[in-house]
């Protein structure tokens, strides 16, 4: 599968000043370096957001599993098994996609 953007991961590197500098940063980075920086001067969320940029792309891959899954059209992506009977799911199905959305959820919460 081909992607339109910078294929994942992408991690966050903070800027840390010597002192409370507003201007600091953010910074998204990935496999090509610098993605985007998200500024402190706009509040004290700014590292929050960042993770949440961070994460888009393992969100994508969790979402795109989560639809394949319920579209009956599953390979799983963590580890690559087919459904055995190509329609309805398994256990092990259900449990590769709770996996990547919770991986998801901790890289957009928590950073990865």
Known sequence: ???????GPWSVRSQKPYYDDPTAREWIMGSDGVIAHVSRAYGP???ANARLIAA?????????ATVTRITDDY?????GSQ???????????Q????HLLEDAIAAAEKGA
Not at 86 to 91: K, L, N
Not at 95 to 98: E, G, H, L, T
């Open 1 to 7: 599968m081909t992607t339109k953007h910078t294929p």
């Open 45 to 47: 969320n700014a590292e």
């Open 56 to 64: 888009a792309p393992a969100l994508l891959a969790a979402l795109k």
């Open 75 to 79: 390979e799983c992506l963590d580890c």
């Open 83 to 93: 459904r055995p009977d190509g329609r309805g799911g398994t256990d092990h199905d």
């Open 95 to 98: 449990d590769c996609i709770v």
